[in-house]
């Protein structure tokens, strides 16, 4: 591997705002399994986002939708958790990205998409929906960014570690065309 000067940073978004989501337990380990030359910021501003109107989307509109775009500026790439809800995106995560629409942050970000349910069917409905949300806003999904992992519940222990070996490797995949993605669009 080898080492860059310049670190890459990701910006991470679980679309769970449960204290004790599954999604971002797994988010966090999937943090851990990345190489050193990846840097991690957890966004947690989801709840804080008013309801998407575009009527306030106007000058500068409001701060904590200023404070997501400038977060999302500041970043080379995007890695983003998200449970299903109703099957579809959860609403606070779609909300978030609804705002995004206008103002570009995810033209052309490499970006990996996790979606992650107690389910067998791993929430694929929410992970399409997402998809063909994030291709409208023209973000770059990486090469293997695209996992679906059912049965969550038996994957993570207590602890948030990822107790099962396909599952690892498929995130390992994932990170690494992150990466990979992130270094060949950044100045590294
Ligand atoms: C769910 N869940 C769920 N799961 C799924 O695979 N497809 C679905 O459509 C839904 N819908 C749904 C609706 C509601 C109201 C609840 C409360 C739950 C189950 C969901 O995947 C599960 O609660 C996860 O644990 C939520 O993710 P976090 O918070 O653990 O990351």
């Not at 890459?8 to 190489?35: E, F, P, W």
């Not at 490797?169 to 993605?181: F, K, R, S, V």
Request: with cysteine.
């Amino acid at each position: 591997m080898i080492r860059l000067e310049q670190k890459i940073k990701v910006l991470a978004i679980s679309g769970s705002l449960r204290q004790k989501s599954s999604n971002t337990a797994l988010m966090k380990a999937t943090m851990g399994l990345a190489s050193e030359n990846m840097m991690f910021t957890v966004y947690d501003g989801l709840e804080d986002l008013p309801h998407f109107n575009p009527d306030l989307d106007v000058d500068e509109g409001p701060a904590s939708v200023r404070e997501l775009r400038e977060q999302l500026k500041q970043v080379d790439g995007v890695l983003i958790c998200t449970p299903e809800y109703g099957n579809g995106v959860p609403g606070a995560l779609k909300n978030a990205l609804d705002w995004l629409v206008s103002s570009g942050e995810f033209v052309n970000k490499p970006t990996a998409v996790i979606s992650a349910s107690p389910s067998p069917m791993g929430g694929h409905l929410a992970h399409a929906s997402l998809l063909l949300t994030l291709q409208m806003i023209n973000a770059e999904i990486v090469e293997n960014g695209k996992v679906i992992i059912p049965h969550i519940t038996l994957k993570l222990n207590q602890e948030g570690e990822i107790t099962n070996a396909e599952t690892r490797q498929e995130l390992e995949a994932l990170l690494q065309g992150l990466e990979q993605a992130c270094t060949s669009i950044g100045t590294f």
